[in-house]
């Protein structure tokens, strides 16, 4: 059962190690750790993605800033209880991790399936200068009645036939995570800087049940 689980929610992304690991949380025994890692964008931009990773697989204790690595395993949201209001906290958990040379050229350095349900009603809207976009939220099943809610976005073609969609439909994603650096407003004079993840859909469809 769990290797069809597995399947609904596979990422696989290479880039450069960012920061130090931070203790995250431990689980029997286990500790896992924080780490961002910059991955490449077609445009040379970067998109900062965290990344939880089990001490069992890499020597937390070691600087990698600068090293290029290779992970797959599975994009995870979970709530964080924050000023009286849960927040949605995305990361990818990492099955497996290897060192790789600098950026191998031509390689998928971020891809995402995901297989999931419409859990809120898609948004649908154009930018000023007549972009269109959707934004989905996506319910992903994991073992032991758990479930990943995934925030994707579609543009054009796409964010059309997005906007079809009603809560409940079965639909498969294909895509990129993507991070997204926005201004929070905390008080009258306060703000923060905060990042938003979320997958940037290449191809989706619907799955007939």
């Not at 190690?17 to 931070?22: G, K, L, N, T, W």
């Not at 924080?34 to 070691?62: A, F, G, K």
């Not at 976005?153 to 926005?182: D, K, M, P």
Request: charged share 30%; aromatic share 10%; proline share 2%.
């Amino acid at each position: 059962m769990s290797d069809k689980v597995i399947e609904n929610n596979q990422v696989t992304i290479m880039g450069e190690v960012a920061s130090e690991f931070i203790f995250s949380h431990e689980v029997f025994g286990e500790g896992f750790y924080m780490v961002d890692v910059l991955v490449r964008r077609l445009s040379n931009s970067d998109d900062r993605i965290p990344l939880m990773i089990s001490e069992r697989l890499i020597d937390v204790t070691q600087d990698y800033r600068g090293e290029y690595i290779m992970v797959s395993g599975q994009f995870r949201s979970y709530n964080r209880h924050d000023e009286q209001k849960n927040r949605l906290v995305l990361s990818v958990f990492v099955r497996e991790v290897s060192f790789v040379e600098e950026e191998l050229d031509g390689a998928k350095t971020n891809n995402i399936l995901l297989d999931g349900y419409i859990c809120k009603a898609p948004i649908y809207r154009k930018t000023p200068l007549g972009r269109e976009i959707a934004d989905l939220l996506l319910a992903v099943n994991r073992p032991y009645g758990k479930s990943d809610y995934i925030p994707c976005i579609c543009w054009g073609r796409n964010a059309r036939y997005a906007s079809t969609f009603e809560v409940g439909e079965h639909v498969q994603i294909l895509g990129r995570i993507q991070s997204r650096e926005y201004i929070k407003k905390l008080t009258e004079t306060e703000t923060e800087k905060r990042t938003a993840y979320e997958v940037s859909v290449s191809k989706l469809e619907c799955v007939a049940e």
